[in-house]
């Protein structure tokens, strides 16, 4: 089963260590295994989030997701993203972007960084919206209960989540703009960028999570139906398709999760750069980090992880508000990314325990409710 799920990802971890050793050398192999590393590690709660949303489509969009979602993540958001940011805020070609980012490798990271706050925004608010939710989300298991239960109440009043991710985005743009003004009013533009950016960030998340959740209610829909369906397609001696049938809902939940996985990716693409500045060799890094992250989500659903351990899912999301929040504090204060990582790994971790907790008090429970069956006395004689 594992080599089955996590076989492709082998073979790329293998294929990019030994393209490294040919680019530059044993240095080379060190620093795209720190950077496969730092991805896997900045996106574990990506995965767990994604094995919420992918448990729900079929085998067929679960191989998309394998495939073409891979080829998205590995060379959309860890070769192009980089290049394209470059482009748009340099204004120059792709090409130009492109000749930069090999040949004049410092000029090319200070235009990603200069880039940095836009990137942050838009990012920040997608994951904030993400928790906020579904912490408001009243749900028959909970948690930390004593935040979750008066939150799922608060979360009853419409549109409460945007109200607060739009309050968010103003504070940070504020106190963006206020700090430059301390500097001289140099980067005073900048809060305006940061404003445009989050509302960008925001208006994503509404509209395919927005479409990813209708086409998800219509296919449910289909589903309850389905027993007749079936019943007419033996008459008519039609079959029906699977795949068509979950086409519009599999097709909006897999936008919805590419979008999810840019999101994530950016804390990933952003800290590369404290380690190197070698496009290629961060491709090759966070290409074998995503390949994980990807194995990782379907490992997850195919063994029925988040059914067995039923609070992961809670730890994956406050691991996600816990990274907007950093990743919207970042456009100013700059956070190592150890520490990143480490906020999602201890939620993360503190939910797997308390899930673990939950089955032992529960195996107990059941063992108890046995005994007292078989020592119970038959009434009559």
């Not at 994604?50 to 590995?74: D, P, S």
């Not at 993400?130 to 989300?137: G, H, K, R, S, V």
């Not at 940070?172 to 700090?179: V, Y």
């Amino acid at each position: 089963m594992v080599l089955k799920t996590f076989g492709w990802s082998f073979a790329v971890t293998a294929l990019g260590l030994v393209a490294a050793v040919f680019y530059g050398g044993w240095t080379a192999f060190g620093i795209v295994a720190i950077l496969s590393i730092l991805e896997i590690s900045l996106s574990f709660d990506n995965a767990v989030v994604n094995a919420g949303i992918l448990k729900k489509m079929n085998a067929f969009w679960q191989r998309i997701f394998l495939t073409i979602g891979v080829l998205i993540a590995v060379f959309g958001m860890r070769l192009v993203f980089p290049v394209v940011i470059v482009a748009i805020s340099a204004k120059m070609g792709p090409v130009e972007a492109v000749d930069l980012a090999l040949n004049n490798k410092d000029r090319y990271q200070e235009l990603v960084t200069d880039a940095h706050p836009a990137i942050a925004a838009f990012g920040g608010m997608f994951l904030l919206m993400i928790f906020l939710d579904f912490i408001f989300e009243d749900r028959d298991i909970q948690w930390l209960r004593w935040i979750e239960r008066p939150l799922a109440k608060l979360g009853k009043v419409d549109m409460l989540s945007v109200c607060i991710a739009l309050a968010v985005l103003l504070i940070t743009a504020f106190t963006f703009a206020t700090h430059a003004h301390q500097h001289g009013g140099a980067h005073v533009d900048k809060a305006q960028t940061v404003l445009i950016s989050g509302i960008a960030g925001l208006i994503t998340y509404m509209v395919v999570g927005g479409l990813s959740g209708f086409f998800e209610e219509r296919l449910e829909e289909e589903e309850e139906r389905e027993h007749e369906a079936d019943e007419e397609a033996a008459r008519t001696g039609k079959k029906r398709s699977a795949v068509a049938l979950a086409g519009k809902a599999a097709f909006f939940m897999f936008l919805y999760l590419e979008v999810l996985d840019a999101s994530f990716s950016f804390d990933g693409v952003i800290g590369a750069f404290a380690i190197t500045n070698d496009i290629v060799l961060m491709a090759l890094g966070l290409g074998i980090g995503a390949m994980y992250v990807r194995s990782l989500t379907v490992y997850l659903v195919r063994q029925g992880t988040l059914d067995d351990y039923v609070y992961l899912e809670h730890g994956a999301h406050y691991a996600i508000g816990a990274l907007a929040v950093i990743l919207m504090v970042t456009i100013q204060y700059q956070i190592n990314e150890v520490i990143t990582g480490l906020v999602g790994v201890v939620l993360i971790g503190a939910s797997f325990w308390s899930s673990v907790r939950r089955n032992r008090a529960l195996a107990a429970a059941e063992g108890d409710a046995g005994a007292d069956e078989k020592t119970e006395v038959p009434s009559g004689t």
